[in-house]
Each structure stands twice: as C-alpha cells, then as structure tokens.
C-alpha cells in the first residue's frame, strides 16, 4: 500500500492566522490526492480534490497544491469553524486507498 | 436532498459478525460508486473497499478480504457491508461515502455507526 505521511500532526493558530499542512506520498501519485476536514463526532468532509480543486460549497480560503509525492492544504485565514481534524488520502492505487495520520489544529 | 443513513450502533461478541446498512437517497444509487470506511475510537480514517451498486462489483482492502462482504439492493437504494469474526480491534465507527468529485474522492458521507466489539 501506498504510505501518506502528514506533517504536523498538530498545530496551534489564531483565528486570523495562515496554515499549511503537508501530506508526503510514499511513491508517486500524480494528483490522485484529495483532502478532507473532520469534527469532533462528525463524519468528514471533502474539502479540496484532486490535489487543487475546491469541492463545491467549501470556502475560498481553503487550497490546495502540490504533484508527485508532496502535497500541501493552505488556510489563508483560518476562521473559528476551521478548529477541526485534516486528513489527506490519495486515490491513485485503484485497489487500496489511504489515508494520512491526520493533523490537528487547534486554538493557541 | 443527497444523503446517506446508516443503520444504528450494534454490541457485538468477539467472533460474530455484524452488518452495517447504508440508504440512499437524493441520486440514483447505481450512478455511483459506493465505499466503506472505519475509525477506531481516538485514531485515524481506514479505508476498506467499495461495491459497484451497478453490478454488484467489490474491491476489498488487503486486510479485510476474507472478512468483509459489501453487498447492495438496489431495489431499495441500500448497500450494506457485513463483517465477520469480529475482534475488539475492529470497535469503530464505520462509515459509508459516495465517490464522487473527483476519482475515488468521497464527497457524501452517512452519518456513521458506531459498532462495539466486546465479551
């Protein structure tokens, strides 16, 4: 299986503060990455696709980039609602799909 | 409106087995792929394979394969998948997502079940 390695595992930011996690793929996976935002209780949410592309209805302040191996998701501004869990998962390999560790981001 | 509801929390004994169902509603079922995914308490997100509603096609995780069986009625816009031989390891909440978006991007998830595995 493809291995997704996710850095930091967690963060503190202000509301107001630019945030960027990173997501390493253990070969190559083109674009096949895709990014998603998890509450406390909830199920998670597609924030960002095929490395870039922003999932209807998801804020502008959310992007995403990178190719090959490396990966990031941008915040711009972080908001109070963006306090949550942020996993990526590539969906190159068509028979085994997965998920980096997750990274928490939390109120400083 | 799209959404996708899940059947309720199950307590199940190590070594029995528990089935998971997952209707749709909003889309036409068969026009989507539809995966499963788990979260054990505290932890990340695995994936553990999906099931063409179309035909009944699966794909299973390497790690579930001889445990795991995704099946669907189409009649009745739900899928379900069922796992065997349970152990306290596999106590999560177990998810269904419609691929969508992109390829192999889930873009609708149900609600989660939560199954607990214990003597």
């Known amino acids: 299986d493809i291995q997704m390695t996710q850095s930091p595992s967690s963060l503190s930011a202000s509301v107001g503060d630019r945030v960027t996690i990173t997501c390493r793929a253990s070969q190559s996976i083109s674009s096949y990455l895709n990014w998603y935002q998890q509450k406390p209780g909830k199920a998670p949410k597609l924030l960002i696709y095929t490395a870039s592309s922003l999932q209807s209805g998801v804020p502008s302040r959310f992007s995403g980039s990178g190719s090959g191996t490396d990966f990031t998701l941008t915040i711009s501004s972080l908001q109070p609602e963006d306090f949550a869990t942020y996993y990526c998962q590539q969906s190159y390999s068509t028979l085994g799909l997965t998920f980096g560790g997750g990274t928490k981001v939390e109120i400083k | 409106q799209v959404q996708l509801v899940q059947s309720g929390a199950e307590v199940k004994k190590p070594g029995a087995s528990v089935k998971v169902s997952c209707k749709a509603s909003g889309y036409t079922v068969t026009g989507y792929y539809m995966h499963w995914v788990r979260q054990a308490p505290g932890q990340g997100l695995e994936w553990m394979g999906w099931?063409?509603?179309?035909?009944?096609?699966?794909n299973y995780a390497q790690k579930f394969q001889d445990r795991v069986t995704m099946t669907r009625d189409t009649s009745i816009s739900t899928a379900y998948m069922e796992l065997s031989r349970l152990k306290s390891d596999d106590t999560a909440v177990y998810y269904c997502?419609?691929?969508?978006?992109?390829?192999?991007?889930?873009?609708?998830w149900g609600q989660g079940t939560m199954v607990t595995v214990s003597s």
């Open positions: 099931i063409n509603p179309n035909n009944g096609g699966t």
């Open positions: 997502a419609r691929e969508s978006a992109g390829p192999r991007a889930f873009d609708i």
